[in-house]
């Protein structure tokens, strides 16, 4: 058809295409996301959404099933530019729903790459993603699941309200070369502060169980582990909390307001730039300034993955040379979502 080669490792697939009554160009959902993708692309991509099949599926699989059901069509376009390789998509609503995505009420304006080290090789942030979120699964009872996955560490309710906050505001979770781990957020006002303290405290007991005696049904005594009783963090810093969780063989940090505004939970001392630190700043970072000027308009969250982290899961088939930066961005609209992501080498 039209000299053009189909390749598929089902036959079956191929007689499909190839005896199609109607083209996928014709399909409305197709022709109105593609009506919002530049042309005279490298690529082309094209995922119908509305024919995967729902699942009964629970966890993050689920989460991600109850996502796919609000998405109609998902077109994608691969180009090159002076900073090279261009991949966007833009994904429109089911025909099934009329509820349309939700719309950021505050821009995404990122503050805190100007405070941390040029060593990262994840970094993730946005702002609102909680309300958005909630909003694309509303068809689920997600806070529910939440709470029952915090209690089994031993959290209160109080920790949904804490993440809750901290996500709606703009937020960060970086790890690094150093494989530390970190989540940075506006600080806390004195309450949430005093709360989220309490809150790693019960999730520090819970890995610092204690033998307790129990006894079984038929009489025979056992020992059951329960989280420790009245942990208190040890207070290393003005402003900074130890908090050892013995079973995991680590230790997790709250600092507040280290630096100005910001405050962070985090397996390092300081995950935060100092004056003593080497190196550059993130907001330096050649890849990172000029993707960041580039898509920024454009992003409600952004993410960010350096060729190091990336290499690992291709150095069976790939050189390190081969491997690019990535960064991408998404942007919410009330029809229809559009992500772009940049891959430079």
Do not use: C
């Amino acid at each position: 058809q039209n000299n053009k080669l189909y390749l598929s490792q089902n036959p079956q697939a191929l007689n499909l295409i190839l005896s199609a009554k109607r083209q996928v160009k014709t399909i409305p959902r197709f022709q109105d996301a593609i009506a919002n993708l530049p042309k005279f692309n490298i690529l082309d991509f094209y995922l119908n959404h509305e024919l995967f099949k729902p699942q009964d599926l629970s966890g993050v699989a689920g989460l991600f099933e109850s996502i796919n059901q609000k998405l109609g069509v998902t077109v994608g376009a691969l180009r090159s530019s002076d900073l090279g390789l261009v991949f966007s998509t833009y994904t429109n609503e089911s025909s099934q729903t009329n509820t349309g995505f939700p719309v950021t009420r505050t821009k995404y304006n990122p503050t805190i790459p100007e405070y941390l080290n040029d060593n990262q090789l994840v970094f993730f942030s946005g702002v609102n993603v909680a309300e958005r979120l909630n909003k694309l699964v509303d068809n689920r009872d997600l806070a529910a699941e939440i709470l029952s996955y915090l209690n089994s560490y031993n959290l209160s309710p109080e920790a949904l309200r804490i993440v809750t906050k901290i996500l709606n505001a703009e937020f960060a979770i970086s790890y690094d070369n150093e494989k530390n781990l970190s989540l940075l957020f506006k600080k806390l006002n004195p309450v949430l502060k005093s709360r989220a303290k309490e809150e790693l405290s019960r999730l520090a007991a819970y890995f610092n169980p204690v033998k307790k005696p129990y006894k079984l049904e038929d009489g025979t005594q056992a020992q059951v582990l329960t989280p420790a009783e009245d942990y208190e963090p040890e207070s290393i810093l003005p402003n900074t909390f130890q908090f050892n969780l013995e079973s995991l063989d680590t230790n997790i940090y709250l600092g507040q307001n280290v630096p100005k505004n910001l405050d962070y939970i985090s397996t390092s001392l300081n995950p935060f730039m100092t004056l003593s630190s080497s190196g550059q700043l993130l907001s330096e970072n050649k890849f990172f300034a000029e993707s960041m000027n580039a898509l920024l308009p454009i992003a409600d969250e952004v993410l960010y993955l350096n060729k190091e982290f990336i290499y690992p899961y291709f150095k069976l088939v790939a050189d390190p040379d081969d491997i690019p930066n990535l960064m991408t961005t998404s942007n919410f609209f009330n029809d229809g979502i559009q992500t772009v992501t940049l891959m430079a080498w």
